[in-house]
């Protein structure tokens, strides 16, 4: 017998708004998602300069999202969507 809840579904979210410190010259954006699709998935990662701020970023999921924001190596955001 197999049970089944049927198919993910996948939901988006925007994390954002993003503010960048403006003495840095260059910022790593990294975001990390786990959920239903897996945990600790890196969803983006990328450079920025402190033009972008502030920046909003789509990502993808399913089920409870638990979200992580890194600038550089320091913590930014952590959270559920």
Same mark, same amino acid.
């Given at each position: 017998? +197999?049970?089944?809840s049927?198919? +993910?579904?996948p939901?988006?979210?925007? +994390?954002?708004?993003i @503010?960048?410190?403006?003495?840095?010259?260059e910022i790593?954006?990294?975001i990390? !998602?786990?959920?239903d699709?897996g945990k600790n998935?890196t969803?983006?990662l990328k450079?920025?300069?402190?033009?972008d701020?502030? @920046?909003?970023?789509? !990502?993808e999921?399913a089920?409870e999202?638990e979200?992580? +924001?890194w600038?550089?190596?320091? @913590?930014?955001y952590?959270?559920k969507?």
């Amino acid at each position: 017998i +197999v049970i089944s809840s049927g198919p +993910v579904q996948p939901k988006k979210l925007v +994390v954002g708004p993003i @503010l960048f410190p403006s003495e840095s010259s260059e910022i790593t954006v990294k975001i990390i !998602v786990s959920d239903d699709l897996g945990k600790n998935r890196t969803v983006y990662l990328k450079s920025h300069t402190p033009e972008d701020s502030p @920046l909003s970023v789509p !990502v993808e999921g399913a089920g409870e999202m638990e979200i992580e +924001v890194w600038l550089d190596d320091i @913590l930014y955001y952590k959270g559920k969507g």
